[in-house]
């Protein structure tokens, strides 16, 4: 063997490992960095080096198509007020992407840019606790590999586009603590059956009646607290669906208890303040999980009967069931004949 030889088979593998960086990649990196005012958190960010040993960034061989781990496979950066701007078009040169987070920017403004559509293997988009604002963009549709998009707690407007219906493998919509009005589009009610996204929409200002068709799909998690809704939501109930978790509280919601059968493997049923009438049905305390059962609160609601005895409604004490029409027994006062 010649020394060539044996040096290259010595050292190749750590020249190719510290040296790692598509300069495509690289380019659109630092052109990111001075989209956001060259902060002190991206300092690691230097024409220099290479991008995959970069702070916040991974460029993951098992991703496909990118055996030699020279692509930029996710990038996560949080927590600076001095990443100031908006987030620039060049996201969009970073074809590998399949986890792209901006979190915790509290000075990063505007919307999310359309070269976003060109990220076809992104499937986690972490956009949460920014200054972002503008309706959430419905091309968003347009990355059919997206599977979980968190984009709470900014200043997005607007309502919920139905075009994000179409999203094929879709796992969560979390919107919550935004400034959404309207209410949830129908086309929702169109999700696979069995295996719909969770929907995580509380602290907005979404209101009306939800469309019926929300009846349809199993909804594992459906979070609406503290939003204007009103009207009918018992069919988002059923004792044949997989829900876990429904959270309607704080809203302005009005249909008959009594006519509701729970999921049997819920164990987060949170219906405070709203305008709910009848009474909380026995089977509530037939559910599978009974044992570990962590929310279960009807208060400020129009309840009225007595509570029926059982596993779930003995564990929780009188502010779960207090501030109802006329409600009644344990752990309420016991019912009087009126009551009944
Ligand atoms: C933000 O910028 C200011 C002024 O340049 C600097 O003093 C501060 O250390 C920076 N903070 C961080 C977290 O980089
Ligand atoms: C970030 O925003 C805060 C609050 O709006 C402001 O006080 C601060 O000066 C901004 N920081 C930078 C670096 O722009
Ligand atoms: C629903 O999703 C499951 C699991 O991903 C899949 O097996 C099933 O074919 C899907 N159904 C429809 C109608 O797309
Ligand atoms: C609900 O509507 C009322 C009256 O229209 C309004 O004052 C309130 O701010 C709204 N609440 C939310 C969370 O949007
Ligand atoms: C309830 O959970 C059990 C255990 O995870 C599961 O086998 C069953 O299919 C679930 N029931 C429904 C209606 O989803
Ligand atoms: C139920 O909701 C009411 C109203 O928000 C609250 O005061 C009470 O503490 C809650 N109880 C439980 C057990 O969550």
Redesign the pocket.
């Known amino acids: 063997m010649s020394s060539t030889f044996i040096y290259l088979l010595l050292f190749l593998p750590l020249l190719i490992t510290a040296e790692k960086c598509n300069k495509y990649d690289k380019r659109a990196l630092l052109s990111i960095k001075a989209a956001f005012n060259n902060?002190?958190?991206l300092a690691s960010w230097t024409s220099s080096s290479a991008c995959c040993e970069w702070y916040g960034i991974q460029c993951d061989p098992g991703v496909p198509g990118n055996s030699d781990g020279s692509r930029v496979t996710s990038l996560f950066i949080s927590?600076?007020?001095?990443v100031t701007g908006t987030i620039p078009p060049a996201i969009g040169d970073l074809p590998f992407l399949t986890t792209l987070g901006f979190h915790k920017f509290p000075n990063v403004t505007g919307n999310i840019p359309y070269s976003i559509t060109r990220l076809t293997r992104l499937t986690f988009l972490f956009l949460t606790w920014n200054s972002l604002s503008g309706p959430i963009p419905s091309f968003l549709s347009q990355i059919p590999s997206l599977t979980d998009i968190y984009l709470a707690f900014n200043k997005f407007s607007g309502s919920i586009p139905p075009e994000l219906a179409k999203l094929p493998f879709i796992q969560i919509f979390d919107f919550s603590r935004n400034r959404l009005t309207g209410s949830i589009p129908a086309e929702f009610g169109n999700f696979n059956k069995s295996y719909p996204p969770d929907l995580v929409l509380n602290h907005n200002s979404l209101s009306g009646d939800l469309p019926v068709s929300l009846g349809v799909p199993e909804w594992g998690k459906i979070d609406l607290s503290r939003n204007n809704f009103t009207g009918d939501a018992s069919f988002l109930f059923g004792v044949g669906k997989s829900t876990r978790y429904i959270d309607l509280s704080r809203n302005e919601f009005a249909f008959d208890l009594s006519r509701v059968t729970f999921p049997v493997n819920l164990t987060i049923l949170d219906l405070n303040h709203n305008k709910i009438t009848g009474s909380i049905p026995a089977q509530i305390n037939q559910l599978v999980d009974s044992p570990y059962f962590p929310v279960f609160n009807v208060s400020y609601n129009r309840l009225c009967g007595e509570i029926p005895a059982g596993p779930i409604t003995a564990t929780f004490g009188v502010d779960s069931y207090f501030h109802n029409k006329c409600l009644c027994g344990s752990p309420l006062p016991p019912c009087t004949s009126k009551q009944i």
């Open positions: 902060p002190y958190l927590t600076d007020s001095n």
